[in-house]
Structures are given as C-alpha cells and as structure tokens.
C-alpha cells in the first residue's frame, strides 16, 4: 500500500492491459504513490498473446493515458518496435531547437580520442 498524494487516500492502483474486445490480457497492482507509467514495463513483459503458432508477448500498438507520454516510456515502446497512441501531455511546454535526448554512444566515441 502506498499513499497517493493527489487523492490524499491510501491505497494502491490496478493497471490492466486489456485485448482490443476489452478482455484482460496482463493485470498488475502497485503502490497508490507510485507514478502510472512506473508500472507500464512490468505490464508489458506480463503480456502473452496466443496465436496460431506460438504465444507473442509483445503488442503491435499500445493505447494509453497522457500519464504515460513521457520519453523514457516513448523510448521503451519504440526501442522494441511498439505503436504508440498515447495523447501528449498538455502542460509540457516545448521548447526551440532540437530536442534534448543524450546520445551516450556518440558522447563515449568523442571522450575516448
């Protein structure tokens, strides 16, 4: 149980990955204080899909919450080739020029020459 400060009750928070019928696919339970997007990588590694041939683990698109519209989330969902149909968050202000993503691979060439 954790506390959720925006509700200021105690708790914990149910987040369910349900098929396109809105059958429940994975279901996992986490700590009311916990940020939603915290739990979108157990969720996913939760998930079996059964198919003709094999179980898939892995959904062609993910439909969320503008909670999980954050670039650790959008990162994780692109680097293992998941669509995602997530609103942006409003209240993020954008900024001019190029977005700011590290590149550590770039960054570790430059720093060992």
């Known amino acids: 149980m954790g506390y959720d400060g925006h509700k200021k ?3 914990s928070k149910v987040h369910a990955a349900v098929s396109p019928a809105s059958l429940p696919v994975a279901i996992n339970l986490g700590p009311g204080d916990e940020h939603e997007s915290r739990r979108l990588f157990p969720l996913l590694k939760g998930i079996r899909i059964m198919s003709s041939r094999r179980p898939r683990s892995m959904p062609k698109r993910v439909y969320a919450d503008n909670k ?3 670039p650790l989330v959008m990162m994780y969902l692109a680097g293992r080739g998941i ?7 409003a209240n993020v202000k954008r900024r001019a020029g190029r977005p700011r993503i590290f590149d550590y691979a770039t960054y570790a060439r430059v720093r060992k020459k």
């Open 68 to 70: 999980y519209h954050i």
């Open 9 to 11: 009750t105690k708790g």
């Open 83 to 89: 669509a995602a149909r997530i609103k942006e968050r």
